[in-house]
C-alpha cells in the first residue's frame, strides 16, 4: 500500500531523539538522563503517538486512500496527526473545545487540517465518533494509544532509551520517570522493562490530585481528579482507557507551581525552553534521586523533555498570564536551585 510505504520512507528519514545527561552538586554518583522528544519534526513526543495510530489503522483495514481521519485533540497530538495526515495526503479533522488557544488551532489549519470546535469540552469524544459515524477514521488517541505502540521494540521510546544508556556507567536506570496523559508512554516503558527482565522502576510524574494518581493508589478506575491543572498534556481529568496501572512502580505528584519552575530551570540547563510536563518529570526525578541519596545510592535515572517550550510562551513563560491564575513559581525556582546543590527533596513527604 502507498501509505505504508510512505511511512517507513518518513520512518527511514527520520533520526532517533537524543538523550541528554546532566549532573547535579547535590547528587554526586547520581547521573540524569532527559530525552529529547521535542526535537521530533512535530516538536513532542506525540510524534511517535501519531505514527503508531495511523500505521495502526491503516494495517487494521480501518483507513482508506482519500477518506477524512478525525480525533478528539486540543494539544500536541493533535498537532502531529496534522502533520502525518498531509504527508500521507488525508484530510484530518480535530475535535477541540471551543476554548482551546487560538496558537493550537492556527497550528493544526497551518498544516492543513480543519479544526471542528465544539462549546462543551465533554462534548469532544462524542463529536468525534459522530465524525466516524458519517464515513471518518477516528484514530482515538485516549483508546488505542496503549495498543497502537509495538510495546515488544521496532525502536518504541523504550528501546530507544536502554540502546541509548548502553555504554553509560550505569547503563540499568534505577528509575525512568514519565508523565500520564493518555498513558501510551507509561505502558510501552512499563512493559518493556518487565519483557527485556531490568531492574529499573517505573514513576510516573502527574501533576497533584490527577485522575492517574487518585486512581493508581487504590486500583480505582472510576477515580476522578481532585485537581485542576496547568499543565498541559497530562493530568487528567479520569483515568483513561490507556492507563495501564500494573506496569507503575511509583507516583509522584507534583504541585503545578513546581511544573513550572521547573520548567523554567530546564532553559537555564539545556538552553532552550521545553513544556510545563517536562518541568513536572524533572521535580519527580529530584524526588526520587534525594531518596537514592539519603540510602546513600548510586545510578542513574532517566526522564523525557516531552515537548517544546515555544508552545507556552504566552502562558507559563509569562508571569502576567500566571498572576491572573494566582500562580508564582519564584519561590519553588529558588527551591529547586537549592536543591540541585543540596540534594535534598523539592516537596516535602
Ligand atoms: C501526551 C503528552 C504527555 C503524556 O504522554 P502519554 O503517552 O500520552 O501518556 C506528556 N507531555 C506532553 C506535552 C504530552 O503532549
Not at 55 to 64: E, F, S, T, V
Not at 138 to 157: M, P, Y
Not at 162 to 176: F, L, S, T
Amino acid at each position: 500500500m502507498a501509505a505504508l510505504a510512505t511511512l517507513r520512507q518518513e520512518a527511514a528519514r527520520s533520526a532517533d531523539t537524543h538523550l541528554l545527561r546532566l549532573d547535579f552538586p547535590g547528587f554526586p554518583g547520581i547521573a540524569f538522563y532527559f530525552k529529547d522528544e521535542a526535537s521530533h519534526p512535530t516538536g513532542s513526543l506525540k510524534h511517535r503517538l501519531a505514527r503508531s495510530l495511523f500505521l495502526y489503522a491503516l494495517c487494521n483495514g480501518r483507513l482508506h486512500e482519500g477518506q477524512r481521519v478525525v480525533d478528539a485533540s486540543s494539544g500536541s497530538t493533535a498537532i502531529s496527526e496534522a502533520w502525518f495526515a498531509r504527508l500521507l495526503g488525508l484530510p484530518f479533522v480535530a475535535v477541540m473545545p471551543a476554548c482551546t488557544a487560538p496558537r493550537k488551532i492556527a497550528d493544526v489549519e497551518a498544516l492543513g487540517g480543519t479544526c471542528d470546535l465544539v462549546g462543551d469540552p465533554a462534548q469532544v469524544h462524542a463529536r468525534a465518533a459522530w465524525q466516524a459515524a458519517r464515513g471518518a477514521c477516528h484514530l482515538d488517541q485516549f483508546g488505542l494509544a496503549e495498543r497502537a505502540t509495538d510495546w515488544r521494540g521496532n525502536n518504541n521510546i523504550a528501546e530507544s532509551i536502554v540502546g541509548q544508556m548502553a555504554q553509560e556507567p550505569a547503563p540499568e536506570p534505577a528509575w525512568i520517570v514519565c508523565g500520564a496523559g493518555t498513558g501510551g508512554t507509561s505502558a510501552t516503558i512499563g512493559r518493556y522493562l518487565r519483557y527485556r527482565g531490568l531492574r529499573t522502576r517505573l514513576c510516573v510524574a502527574d501533576p497533584t490530585g490527577s485522575g492517574f494518581a487518585n486512581g493508581w493508589r487504590t486500583r480505582d478506575r472510576a477515580a476522578t481528579a481532585t485537581g485542576c491543572t496547568l499543565i498541559e498534556g497530562i493530568g487528567r481529568p479520569c483515568v483513561e482507557p490507556g492507563f495501564v496501572f500494573e506496569v507503575v512502580d511509583a507516583v509522584v505528584e507534583v504541585p503545578d507551581e513546581h511544573s513550572i519552575a521547573a520548567a523554567w530551570l530546564l532553559e537555564d540547563l539545556f538552553g532552550r525552553r521545553y513544556g510545563g510536563s517536562s518541568g513536572t518529570n524533572l521535580v519527580a526525578c529530584l524526588q526520587l534521586a534525594a531518596a537514592m541519596r539519603a540510602r546513600g545510592e548510586h545510578g542513574s535515572i532517566v526522564s523525557l523533555l516531552c515537548d517544546r517550550g515555544e508552545r507556552y510562551e504566552g502562558t507559563l513563560f509569562d508571569p502576567a498570564w500566571l498572576r491572573g491564575r494566582g500562580v508564582d513559581p519564584s519561590g519553588a525556582l529558588q527551591h529547586l536551585r537549592a536543591c540541585l546543590r543540596s540534594g535534598e527533596p523539592p516537596l516535602s513527604a
